[in-house]
Every structure is written in structure tokens, then in C-alpha cells.
């Protein structure tokens, strides 16, 4: 096992993040700027559901960023997350005082955790009032409203970043940076799946006026996603099959998708994701070697093992990894690769909307 | 390392070959009816190209079959074969001669191993002659031919197999066993993939009119032959994408196909194959466990890993397994489950032909 501190170098350098390591590995205040002194990057959480929670306490260890608001629609839980996270009143808002935030030059940045059709909404109230947005994948619901999201804050002059916590994790930048150094030769084939057994029936994750969509958007996206970066390309097209073994349960979204990804230099891609299929699994296939993670895509332990044998990088939390890593975007300027912003977000949602599409027409094959 | 012996009484249990171990056990002749003594089962091979090599070196090996005559068009490999493998003068034809077989007494069966695109032609010509038939996969280069094999088949009155070694291998044995025992639960996804770097431009396997195809005929039937086996069900639709990377090499047939299939139960199976990608993958995934094999397909040795831990089963020579399971059917009209026979084969074509019409219809989703 790395240590903390060795992985923070290591991403450095396989990031090119170059001042990644010493704003993230300071405890200690440092000048970034002749101007304004180093500071955490100072965050509100929108949508304190169970994935808000799980970023809220993974923010506890975090080196550059802070929880110190919340956005909720359900006042119950207001005294448990201000006495949880010393959260000042003046922090706290609901879904109609949100654009009251513009007068609050304590939060920075709010992370929207609220189901995928709200996104849009959400993240256009977020920008108007002038803050940064992150908004947790996949970025909305159709692309056509991600474009909408791109424009609003780009009117706003405010920065949107896509939840897209592995590009910050170790395992997954070691494959990436193994491919980017040649060391798998040319890519040829990816096969990634994704997919685990929904609880629940009631939930907002099986209606699709909130969702969107089922699999595909939830934890599909991580496959696409993870197709791209492998890839170094973006796709030129895409087909895709549905199938459908409980109506009653997913009368409104996709049950199990599979779909596969043609990009420009000839490597392909099959791809699979299911709410009613436990399966994980990252594989890149090179002239000169090959990479697996499985488990991929989950909270961790994420495992791997490439031609060259296990892979063995420091086991983090995700989201803490995640949250310092943009707080250094956000405050700092710095650049990820490959990125995590607006369009990378809508790239992944032109390649859902064409799935969907395919689907619809009998499995064609859609270019992008 | 298990031995020989101890994979035989394996095999034995496990395909409910209830004779096949005293068969294959003994060197020694016993009875297997009143009238008749136990004898090995004589074969000529038909197409003395590598793969025909291959079987007949193996066949060395047998303890229930025995190589006794060859078909071929090149003169100057009769004296080779004759040499190495003892074979006597009245049991060596050509392609014009195939037809006085039926005068020859100590053939009893032909293994057909010709260019795909001949398979019908020449198995007709053997049925004709009134022996047996073992038929190289894939069994033709349409369906339409494979049934017309069948029917001369039938209407000859000879057995028609086909060349499906792995259906005798043991870790495909031991994989097939522990999902039919439900070791794995329900099956619900299956990832099979299998291809190689094809050298030599030249050669019969990229021309159309000798090969029917490309590297989905002559690999990824394995794929798709292990998706059935696996699923113990047949599909019900079928999608495919092509992709060519080298349309000069490429020119008459496909270079790397991906298919997948969906079945009755609601597994689904996402497999590719190619000509310019090497990689190889069997897998199973069920609700309780899975099975994976890598490499595969291939001439091995086979590698494999359960829910359970790494496989260890016996390794052995692949076409020697075959042709004595060959022999046991052939001469004791034993059944093996899934079977070889030319339903079988024909099962397969139904779906080669939809793979390739898919591809024609833009990935069309093709009923079966």
C-alpha cells in the first residue's frame, strides 16, 4: 500500500496538475497569488440525499475544500447537517431562497446532488445566482439541456464541473496514464460493463420524470465515460439493445442496455449496464498489453491487474479525492486530463441521447 | 494436475457418457454388443492443410480412433502422409476418386477439414459414398447449405458431426457442469470474445468464395457456439457492427464483427470477434457466481477462474479428446450434452447469416 502522500505525487505528475501536490499536501496556508491568500475552497451541498451524504463526510478529510453550506428541500434534516457540519444558519437555503446565495460571499461553489432531470434547473439557479457549480453526473437528462447548463454558466462567468470522482482515483489514472505512455501498444478493443440489482421500487431512480432514464443514465454512463478516456477519442458511433425483464419494476427506464462504440482509429468498444445485473468491469485491450479493473466503477476497494501483473495503487475515498482535486480547478485554475468540465459532461450526454435514439429505432447504427 | 485418467472419469459424469470411460479407459477390446467386437473407429481426413495436420497428430493419441486414409488434391502429400501415419494405398483418394469410397469397407468416417465454402459439397460427396461424416466447423458457409447436409445426410443414413473439440475440453466441461448444476444461479450476461492477428494475405481464409466469411466464421462461431452452450438456451435476436480497419486485407471478408444476443430467460451476451485484435474471453456471469476462461478458444492450454477460485482441470490435447469422443458416438450411438451433431452446426449458421444480415440492415435487430 502508497501512502496518501506518495499517491498526491504520483497523481501530480500523471496529471500534469503541477501545483496539485502542494496545495493538496499543505496543511498550511500558502500565497497562490501576490494578491489573496491560499484558501479551502468553500462548498454547498445541493440535494442531501444518500450520494450528498456520502460526499459530505468524505469532504471531512479533505485538504483544500470544506463543506459549509446546504441547499435541502427538507427542513428535518437541517439541524442534523448544521450540528454534523458546523454549518452557520446564514448557510443554509431551500430549493426558492437559492438565489438569495448571490449575497453570500461565504460559499464559492455548490455541488447539485438532486436527481438527473433537476440538474438543469438547478445548476442555471446555481449559476444565476453566481456561484461555481458542480453537478454530480450524468450532467442532465438530454444533451439538449446540457448545452443550456454550458451557456448559463458561461453567461455567469462561473465554472461547471461534471461529478466525475475517477478521474481522480488512482487505479483509473494509472490505467489511463499506462495507455497515454504506450505501454498497452494500440488500443483495439474495450469491454466495460457496469450494472447492480436495484432495491427499492418507489424510488426516483426507476421514474423517469426525474431520472431521465434507468441504467443507462445512473451507472452506464460510467462505461461510456470510461470508454472515452481509455480511448483517447470521442466515438463516430454507437447501437444499442434493450432488454426488459420486469416491466412492472422498470415500466418507465431502461432495465439492462448494451451498447458498442466504433471510434476513428478502428478501436471498438462493447459496453453493457443493468439495474437487475450485478457486474463490474474495465478492459482495455492494446497490441501490447491489456488493463482490468474489477471492481471499476464503485466506491472501492477498486482492483486491477494489467499484463504486467496486479496493479497496486493507494486505495482513497473517491469523493474527498475528487473534491480536493477540483477544489485546485476551481480556485486555482488548474486543468485535469481528461477533463472533467461542462463539455465533457455533454459529450457523454450527445452519446446517451444517440443510444436511446438507437434503441428506438430498432438497434440502428446512429453517427455521431 | 489431474491425469488422463481421472479427466476421463470426469468427462465421463459429467456429459452422462455412461460408456464412454470403459471405451476410452481400455486399450483392451471388449464387447459392446453381442454381435459385434469393439474396434476403433477409422477415419480418413479429408484436406491435408494444417488443421488436418493438426488432427492427425493428435489422432496418434487416440485410444477409440484411428487415422487409415487420406483425401487430397495435392499428390506430393500423399507419400508424406502415407510414411507417417501407415496408411495403405487403396485408402487414399482424391478429389474425383471420393466417390469409390463406397466400395471401401475399413473406412468408416471422413473428417472433412476444406475451405469453409466446400464443406457442403464435400460432405454430400462423402454421404454419397455412404460413410460418416465429421464436418470442420464452421459446418458451411449458409444455412441454407447446412441444411442441405443434413438432408444428404439423413437420406444417406450416416452420421453427420461437427468439429466442435471444445465440447470435449475439459475446463469447458467443468464450466458447463457448474452452471447446469446452478453453481452460478441465474445466467444473465455472457462476454465472449475471440480473435488473432491473420498473417499471410494470400490465403483461403480471406477469400470469400473459399471461406464464406471472415473472422466470424472461423472464430467468432466460438463465441457465439459458447454463448449457447453456456446459456443452454438459443437466442431470439441477434445485432452486429462491423468494423474494417484494413479494407485492402479486408477486401472480401470482415475483419472484426461485434454481436451480441439476447435469449428467452433475458441474458443477454455481448461478444466480437476479428482478424486484427488478439484477445480471448469466455465468460458467465449468474446471480450467485461466475466463469471465466482466458485464453479459450484457442488450442490451449485453457486458463480458467470461478466465483470459487482458479479452474484445474487436466489438459489435454484437444482433437485427440474429440476424435475419441467422436468415436464413442459414432461407433456406440452415445449422445453428448450440448450436442455436435449438424443441428447443432445448423443452430450456429442460423445465427452466422443473421449476424451478417444485421450488418447489411445497419445493425438491424434481427428476430431468430
Chains 1, 2 share one sequence.
Not at 439538449?144 to 461534471?162: P, T, W, Y
Request: with cysteine.
Amino acid at each position: 500500500m502508497t501512502s496518501r502522500r506518495d499517491f498526491l505525487q504520483k497523481i501530480t505528475l500523471s496529471t500534469g496538475l503541477a501545483s496539485l501536490a502542494p496545495t493538496l499536501l499543505s496543511a498550511t496556508p500558502a500565497t497562490n497569488s501576490a494578491q489573496q491568500p491560499a484558501r479551502k475552497l468553500r462548498v454547498a451541498i445541493m440535494g442531501l440525499g444518500s450520494y450528498g451524504t456520502r460526499v459530505a463526510k468524505a469532504m471531512k478529510d479533505c485538504q483544500s475544500a470544506e463543506l459549509v453550506g446546504i441547499v435541502t428541500g427538507s427542513p428535518e434534516k437541517i439541524p442534523v447537517w448544521k450540528k454534523e457540519y458546523n454549518i452557520p444558519d446564514k448557510n443554509v437555503y431551500n430549493y426558492e431562497t437559492v438565489g438569495q446565495m448571490k449575497n453570500n460571499p461565504d460559499i464559492d461553489v455548490v455541488y447539485v446532488i438532486t436527481p438527473n432531470s433537476l440538474h438543469a434547473k438547478h445548476v442555471m439557479q446555481v449559476a444565476a445566482a453566481g456561484k461555481h457549480v458542480i453537478c454530480e453526473k450524468p450532467m442532465a437528462d438530454t444533451a439538449a439541456n446540457a448545452r443550456k447548463m454550458i451557456a448559463a454558466c458561461e453567461k455567469a462567468g462561473v465554472k461547471l464541473l461534471i461529478g466525475y470522482r475517477l478521474h481522480f482515483e488512482p487505479y483509473t489514472r494509472k490505467v489511463i496514464e499506462m495507455i497515454q505512455a504506450g505501454e498497452m501498444g494500440k488500443l483495439n478493443y474495450i469491454d466495460n460493463y457496469q450494472g447492480f440489482k436495484i432495491g427499492d421500487p418507489t424510488q426516483w431512480r426507476l421514474k423517469k420524470s426525474l431520472a431521465g432514464g434507468g441504467a443507462l443514465m445512473d451507472v452506464g454512463i460510467y462505461c461510456l465515460n470510461a470508454a472515452r478516456y481509455l480511448s483517447n477519442e470521442e466515438p463516430i458511433w454507437v447501437t444499442a439493445q434493450e432488454t426488459k425483464t420486469d416491466p412492472v419494476k422498470f415500466a418507465e427506464v431502461d432495465e439492462t442496455i448494451q451498447f458498442q462504440l466504433g471510434f476513428p482509429s478502428g478501436l471498438v468498444a462493447s459496453c453493457a449496464t443493468s439495474y437487475n445485473i450485478r457486474f463490474e468491469r474495465l478492459y482495455a485491450q492494446g497490441d501490447k498489453g491489456f488493463a482490468e479493473l474489477s471492481p471499476a466503477y464503485g466506491y472501492g476497494p477498486i482492483k486491477g491487474r494489467t499484463h504486467k501483473g496486479p496493479l497496486d495503487e493507494p486505495v482513497v475515498t473517491h469523493q474527498t479525492a475528487q473534491m480536493d482535486g477540483m477544489a485546485d480547478i476551481i480556485l486555482n485554475n488548474k486543468t485535469i486530463d481528461p477533463p472533467v468540465d461542462g463539455q465533457e459532461g455533454l459529450k457523454d450526454m450527445i452519446v446517451l441521447d444517440a443510444i436511446y435514439e438507437s434503441i428506438r429505432k430498432g438497434s440502428a447504427k446512429m453517427k455521431l
